[in-house]
């Protein structure tokens, strides 16, 4: 039966039994299928693959595998460029936007909280996500490694942490969006865009606490949602801070 001789790198290990993680190792295989189709029956999600070289050679999913060849794999490589070799997934989109599966809702309003355009329903289907990932350009954020090997998604990412304060530094730091950040520019609930507005415009929706101390309003353009410089927003501002301070770290 003909061999190959994988190597996987950096955060690719994590899908990786533990005896194979940081090391060479030597799969068997049938015929000549797609590397693509090699790498996701080893536990790895297409999505998650930048590069692949096959004894040295850049090569794409669809190249077929031989016998005695070494193949080394290595993730997206969001920060930085690995030209002139070819990367087999397309240029990593420049406006992010993302999609969030129905476990994930509190890391959407977090995105949201730090700028970023991010589609969350609770009941959403899998294909659906699928489906606004592709059309509407969209990484898909998941905790469930089946719904990145759909042939559809070309951007995806599989979220490691169980946190959701952890999750957003995560994808924050894995995809290089720092300097990206634009807090409070979202509606946390409807994921709108937030406008400046005047207080008389919403003074009658304010509780009377809030029109007693505040002057500075926003409003969602999609929901109508006020929103104030409030303790929430205090809240958030610290894990914000805590966000760009671990740039740092």
């Known amino acids: ?6 190597r996987f790198y950096a955060e690719l290990n994590d899908f990786l039994a ?26 790895v999600p297409h999505t998650e693959i930048d590069l692949i070289l096959a004894d040295g050679e850049s090569v794409d999913f669809t190249w077929r595998l031989r016998d005695g060849v070494r193949v080394s794999v290595y993730p997206v490589f969001e920060a930085f460029d690995v030209a002139p070799l070819s990367r087999v997934r397309p240029v990593p ?12 809702g509190t890391l959407a309003r977090y995105l949201r909280m ?3 355009d991010t589609l969350w329903r609770n009941d959403a289907p899998d294909a659906e996500l699928a489906r606004a ?8 954020l998941t905790r469930d490694r089946g719904l990145l090997k759909r042939r559809s998604v070309t951007h995806g990412y ?3 942490s169980p946190d959701p304060v952890r999750q957003l530094a995560e ?9 990206s950040i634009a807090p409070f520019r979202r509606c ?24 007693a101390s505040h002057d500075e309003f926003r409003r969602c353009a999609a929901c109508a949602r006020v929103y104030w410089a409030g303790s929430h927003q205090r809240r958030m501002q610290r894990i914000v801070d805590a966000l760009l301070a671990s740039r740092r770290s």
């Open 1 to 6: 039966m003909p061999t190959a001789r994988f």
């Open 18 to 43: 533990p005896e194979r993680r940081g090391v060479p190792f030597v799969h068997s295989f049938r015929g000549t299928p797609a590397v693509k189709d090699v790498i996701e029956s080893l536990g």
């Open 93 to 104: 989109l420049r406006d992010v936007r993302f999609v969030a599966d129905g476990h994930l």
């Open 114 to 116: 730090i700028g970023f």
């Open 133 to 140: 990932s592709v059309e509407e350009h969209r990484i898909l």
């Open 158 to 160: 599989l979220v490691r």
């Open 171 to 179: 994808v924050v730091r894995r995809l290089d969006l720092f300097r």
């Open 188 to 211: 946390l609930r409807c994921n709108g865009v937030l406008e400046t507005v005047r207080k008389e415009d919403v003074v009658e929706r304010l509780p009377p606490r809030v029109r």
